[in-house]
């Protein structure tokens, strides 16, 4: 199983980026799908995650500026980012929890995405 992220970039304050992680590999299900953020000299913290059954959780920080959602046909998370803020530059992950074809659930994560927002 593989996790493949993208849509990284350097945008402006205020400005937009659509985040997209793609699930392969041999997959019987996927639960919990995520995105998470580590900042230079900060620990990693989650930014949004969307259950199986499509409940949603946020960090305080980017409540009403992003948004996650999940293509289940395609394997796909996304995240959509809006009035970005410098302080949302990071490396972003996703983190997806897969069933693969024994029935045994794992944590798997993506190889990272970088976002920066600077003027």
């Known amino acids: 199983v593989q996790l493949q992220a993208s849509g990284g970039g350097l945008v402006q304050p205020g400005g937009s980026l659509r985040l997209s992680c793609a699930a392969s590999?041999?997959?019987?299900?996927?639960?919990?799908m995520g995105w998470y953020r580590q900042a230079p000299g900060k620990q990693r913290e989650l930014v949004a995650s969307i259950s199986g059954d499509g409940n949603l959780n946020y960090a305080e920080s980017v409540k009403d500026r992003f948004t996650i959602s999940r293509d289940s046909a395609r394997n796909t998370v996304y995240l959509q980012m809006n009035m970005l803020m410098p302080e949302d530059t990071a490396v972003y992950y996703c983190?997806?929890?897969?069933?693969?074809?024994?029935?045994?659930?794992?944590?798997?994560w993506g190889q990272g995405t970088q976002v920066t927002v600077s003027s």
């Open positions: 590999g041999t997959i019987f299900s996927i639960n919990a």
């Open positions: 983190l997806a929890d897969i069933a693969t074809a024994d029935r045994i659930s794992l944590k798997y």
